[in-house]
């Protein structure tokens, strides 16, 4: 079946690092992918999305590129904030499937300043 | 637009004890998801139900948990009898279309079960 698998954290990384979230997916068809940002206290909320190989999906200075041939959706940012510091989920869809959300079990990243 | 609305936002109880978690949906989203969060499992769908009927309930743990959906603006999720293991934090979220429609979540209820 399908899953998502992103690197463990917690992250920790001082103010103006780059950031990178890995994140690998496995899927039979061709599936729809996402990132979703939980900050503290809060609930999830959809930070980027790409439908289709190739698309880079891009919000608040993170981006992340669908890559087919290595089935990656790694997360970047080239200059984190201390407001970035929340957890990261990775998740997919696959509607060809018609299948639900798979999240993956979320990356905390703490940002120091 | 309001958002999701859980209620309550913290509910303690004890063992064995009828636990009611309430959500209102976005309006105008025709989809409503359950999910429970806990540091071991991560971020599990309960059911979710479109235009008011459940579609999957596959990730109910079992018969103590049930969800309704009388209408388009109120969904509920009841645990009888609650028992330790169900402390956790339940998120409601909805979407206009699914899987594609951004889901929307609500700010989560955390249940301690004594």
């Known amino acids: 079946g399908n899953s998502v698998t992103q690197m463990e954290g917690p992250v920790t990384l001082s103010e103006e690092a780059f950031l990178t979230i890995n994140c690998t997916y496995t899927a039979t068809g061709y599936p729809s992918l996402f990132w979703y940002v939980q900050y503290p206290g809060e609930g999830l909320q959809l930070l980027l999305k790409a439908t289709k190989a190739d698309d880079k999906g891009s919000n608040k200075g993170f981006e992340a590129t669908y890559r087919k041939e290595t089935t990656s959706f790694h997360l970047e940012k080239g200059s984190v904030q201390v407001s970035d510091s929340a957890v990261y989920f990775c998740a997919l869809s696959d509607q060809d499937r018609d299948d639900k959300i798979i999240f993956g079990k979320g990356t905390r990243l703490h940002i120091l300043p | ?114």
């Not at chain 2, 999701?4 to 998801?33: A, N, W």
């Open chain 2, 1 to 114: 637009d309001a958002g999701v609305i859980q209620s309550p936002r913290h509910e303690v109880t004890e063992m064995g004890q009828e636990v009611t978690l309430r959500c209102k949906p976005i309006s105008g989203h025709d989809y409503l998801f359950w999910y429970r969060q806990t540091m071991m499992r991560g971020l599990e769908l309960l059911i979710y139900f479109n235009n008011n009927v459940p579609i999957d309930d596959s990730g109910m743990p079992e018969d103590r948990f049930s969800a309704k959906m009388p209408n388009a603006s109120f969904s509920t999720l009841k645990i009888q009898p609650s028992e330790p293991r169900d402390s956790a934090v339940y998120f409601c979220a909805s979407s206009r279309g699914y899987p594609l429609g951004t889901q929307y979540f609500g700010p989560g209820t955390r249940l301690t079960v004594l």
